[in-house]
């Protein structure tokens, strides 16, 4: 800053971003390019601070040098265009000595209408008047001139100032004190800038577009903002000023851009002007490197640019602006690949509510699984299915789900849960199959008897009543909404394989399902890192079969009824290593409680036992005696390997027939199998003793070879603190930080929403430690996991698999551990995808 307080914009005067703000470093570069940029000064973002203290620039050298009766105009500069700012304010220094000039010059309507909008914005902004007085005063004429300067005397018990210092002073102070108010600073906290954030302020000399010749102002981009195609757009507005074109009720003075739109353009009427801003839109592009819309002023036949922002874009536009920036060779592919925010490509990969669209919400909770989708209500899977069969879209409304409900889930378009967090049941399932997902939405309550949704307002919704899922914003919204459609073009699809030429991190996908597969090739993951079998189980004969086996008292009966289940797993297993095509695929032994294949109502018990050939107090005394106070901890995963060892047998050997049965047709395919919720050493011995038995025997009866690779899901913290010795027995290690998190900290995954939403605000946790990997604790974890791990094998694979696999945060820290891959759900691949390739930048 100089001594003066402000600084002029000239091609080499010190203005930095950091200090002076996003706008006024733009005009400095507009400038720079020689565009007809008018004289503008910069207030920093210390001098603006200052105004508001009462520390002034020097204003009579500022007024100096714009020079005798100069009319001015004052516009924000904040470092990031999208923290906003007070609107900005034209025509100060307008008075009544000015007016009567510009009545001589301009003529009387052209000068009015100066002086009315000065006076307006002044009344409003700086004198806190009440806007929808002086929005009465449209007409310029005289007697509407003389009304609204009598009612600014009237509401202020003074005369309009007339000096052009004291208006400056004031509008200054007006706008540094509105950066501080508190709306102000918690609309743009909410948007990312810090609690000191600055304002600065530019001054420009007004073009004034009124005056007797060809006058008017207008904005031109070019390229879409919703699709980011090249294309010019805008609008400009005869005799008139600021951003009026856009706004422009009076459709007598406003003029198109080009010939081919309809009425009156600006390339008919003046083609010079035309091509000057084709030529200046070029500019930007090349030299700014950026897609930027011009604010421009023609006043008596000569072009002024008074500023140029970034064109506001949805970012699907956004990527193929990037793209389509690369290979015009104006940036590089790998700036393109780091200007995508990983997450936006969730708006990329599903529909989306129309963000212009109007929003009824009558749902909030978490948004657990982006996207949206709109459908009837159903409340039960069976609904959902059933509706699904008439080829309805419908909306699964549960309390919570359960892999009962999984099934429902598959035929539901959307689900919504009162209870539940970011790694409840519901989001990890809707996020795997892509369907979007609102948890935690405990502002409604369900009546489940009358099949009753009620709304925090008193709105009752019953089954059949449309709602859309907004998975993107974590709300329900009445009705049907427009939306966006999924955007996988050519943009899209190139920008990925750049993002692929400087990853370094392997990426991996949770695939339980074929359509889960396909998916994950789909979004071209490098293989399945968590396949979770148990999934496979709740189709109606499986389940019956399940049920069986849980149910035998004998290890016979136990070993009838899995051997029914094996051609069915083998199947599966078979698909996926066919889909996969030799790509790895990781398949997770069963690791449920049991009691979750139980039927859970009276209904069920009844059809059980008729199943069974039972009686009902036969069934309900079995599945009393299968509860458990804590299941999660209870008898799951590889505590059931070692105690009901059959299990394992059978998903072994179906693992080893796929293997052989799919490598006919391709290369061998060598089979992941990995091992949950282990804490000991002895139990991957007991385990994989076993498993090497049924490889044996496979071998034996098939007289094929085959090879396997045994891995170990690390997801207790005694697993993390022993890997060394875990090591000795495993291939590779994968970090289920879902039940890690849940057991380094103690909290249940199903049930922490109910209370995270205040344990984030009170800052208790900084972020949901299911959604965001909580790198000091569950992270040290992890590291000592890794170290110990590959301390005893080197070449020892790490990977990550929980829900953080897919989050970029969890992504850097991972590679900074040395892992191999990261597993994420198949739509979350893409975003892991990018989110690993800007790391390696
Ligand atoms: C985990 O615990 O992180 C995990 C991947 O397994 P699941 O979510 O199936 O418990
Ligand atoms: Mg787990």
New binding site residues.
């Given amino acids: 800053m100089s001594d003066l307080g402000f600084t002029e914009i000239t091609p080499s005067a010190p203005i930095y971003t950091s200090e002076h703000g996003g706008r006024a470093k733009c005009l400095q570069r507009l400038i720079r390019l020689e565009m007809p940029v008018p004289l503008t000064v910069a207030l920093s973002f210390d001098a603006v601070h200052g105004v508001s203290a009462g520390d002034l620039p020097d204003l009579d050298a500022l007024l100096t040098l714009f020079g005798p009766d100069p009319l001015l105009s004052v516009r924000p500069s904040s470092e990031d265009p999208d923290w906003g700012g007070p609107g900005a304010i034209l025509n100060i220094g307008m008075n009544d000595n000015v007016h009567a000039k510009l009545v001589e010059s301009h003529g009387e309507l052209a000068a009015n209408a100066l002086y009315l909008r000065f006076i307006q914005a002044y009344a409003v902004h700086v004198g806190r008047l009440d806007p929808d007085e002086f929005d009465e005063f449209s007409d310029p004429t005289a007697d509407t001139l003389q009304a609204a300067l009598e009612l600014y005397e009237e509401e202020t018990d003074s005369y309009f100032p007339q000096d052009p210092k004291e208006q400056l002073t004031e509008v200054l102070r007006s706008m540094s004190r509105a950066w501080q108010g508190t709306t102000a600073r918690l609309l743009r906290e909410a948007k990312g800038a810090p609690a000191d954030a600055g304002l600065g302020l530019v001054v420009q000399k007004m073009a004034l577009g009124v005056g007797r010749g060809i006058c008017g102002s207008g904005v031109i981009q070019f390229v879409n903002g919703k699709t980011g195609r090249r294309e010019i757009r805008g609008r400009y507005m005869c005799k008139s000023q600021g951003r009026d074109a856009l706004t422009g009720e009076d459709d007598r003075d406003v003029m198109y851009l080009t010939k081919d739109t309809r009425g009156r353009s600006i390339e008919d009427v003046l083609p010079d002007m035309f091509q000057a801003l084709l030529d200046y839109g070029d500019l930007c592009r090349t030299r700014l490197r950026e897609e930027m819309e011009v604010e421009f002023t023609i006043d008596n036949e000569h072009l002024y640019i008074l500023d140029a922002v970034r064109v506001a874009r949805s970012e699907r536009a956004n990527v193929r602006i990037a793209v389509n920036l690369a290979k015009d060779e104006i940036i590089t592919r790998e700036e393109a690949v780091m200007r995508i925010p990983p997450r936006a490509l969730a708006e990329l990969l599903h529909s989306q509510v129309d963000p212009q669209g109007t929003r009824d919400v009558i749902a909030s909770g978490i948004g657990a699984s982006p996207g949206a989708a709109t459908g009837k209500i159903v409340f039960s899977a069976r609904s959902a299915q059933a509706m699904a069969a008439q080829g309805e879209d419908c909306i699964l409304v549960r309390r919570e789900t359960s892999p009962e409900d999984i099934r429902g889930m598959h035929a539901a378009k959307g689900i919504l849960t009162i209870r539940g967090g970011i790694?409840s049941h519901a989001a990890?399932i809707a996020r795997g199959l892509g369907l979007p997902c609102v948890v935690g939405a405990s502002n409604i309550s369900l009546e489940k008897k009358e099949k009753k949704l009620i709304a925090e307002d008193g709105r009752v919704l019953g089954e059949g009543d449309v709602i859309t899922i907004d998975g993107a914003e974590g709300e329900a919204l009445m009705g049907a909404v427009e939306m966006l459609p999924p955007e996988l073009g050519e943009g899209f699809q190139t920008l990925m394989s750049w993002a692929d030429e400087v990853r370094d991190i392997g990426v991996r996908a949770?695939a339980d399902t074929p359509p889960d597969a396909r998916n994950a090739r789909m979004f071209s993951a490098e293989g399945i890192g968590?396949c979770?079998t148990e999934h496979m189980f709740f189709d109606d004969d499986r389940l019956l079969a399940m049920r069986e086996m849980i149910f035998a008292d004998q290890p016979e009966d136990r070993r009838a009824a899995l051997d029914r289940l094996l051609p069915m797993q083998r199947d599966d297993f078979t698909e996926l290593f066919e889909i996969m095509q030799g790509l790895p695929v990781c398949i997770?032994l069963f690791?449920p409680p049991l009691h979750e294949f139980l039927p859970h109502g009276r209904e069920g018990i009844r059809e059980l036992a008729e199943a069974l050939d039972l009686g009902m107090s036969d069934v309900e005394h079995r599945v009393a005696g299968l509860r458990e106070f804590n299941p999660m901890l209870g008898m799951r995963g590889v505590r059931l390997g070692v105690t009901v060892p059959e299990i394992y047998d059978m998903q072994a050997r179906a693992i080893f027939e796929a293997t052989l049965d799919a490598s006919k047709s391709g290369e061998p395919i060598v089979p992941e199998i990995m091992i949950?919720l282990v804490s000991a050493k002895r139990e991957v011995e007991i385990v994989k003793a076993r498993i090497d038995a049924v490889a044996a025997a496979v071998k034996i009866e098939r007289g094929e070879e085959f090879t396997y690779r045994l891995g170990v899901?690390v997801?207790t913290p005694r697993a993390a603190l022993r890997a060394g010795e875990i090591a000795q027995h495993a291939h590779f290690l994968s970090?289920?930080?879902?039940?890690?998190t849940q057991m380094t900290y103690g909290l249940s995954r199903d049930d922490a929403g109910r209370f995270m939403g205040e344990y984030v605000n009170q800052g208790v946790y900084e972020e949901d430690p299911f959604h965001v990997l909580d790198t000091d604790g569950v992270g040290e974890l992890l590291e000592i996991g890794a170290s110990r791990g590959r301390e005893e094998d080197p070449d020892l694979s790490l990977s990550i698999?929980?829900?953080h696999g897919g989050n970029p945060e969890s992504i850097r820290f991972c590679r900074d551990a040395g892992f191999t891959y990261v597993s994420c759900s198949p739509f979350r691949v893409p975003v892991a995808r990018l989110a690993a390739a800007q790391l390696a930048v």
């Fill in positions: 790694t990890v949770n968590l979770r997770r690791d949950p899901m997801e970090f289920g930080t879902n039940d890690l698999c929980g829900e």
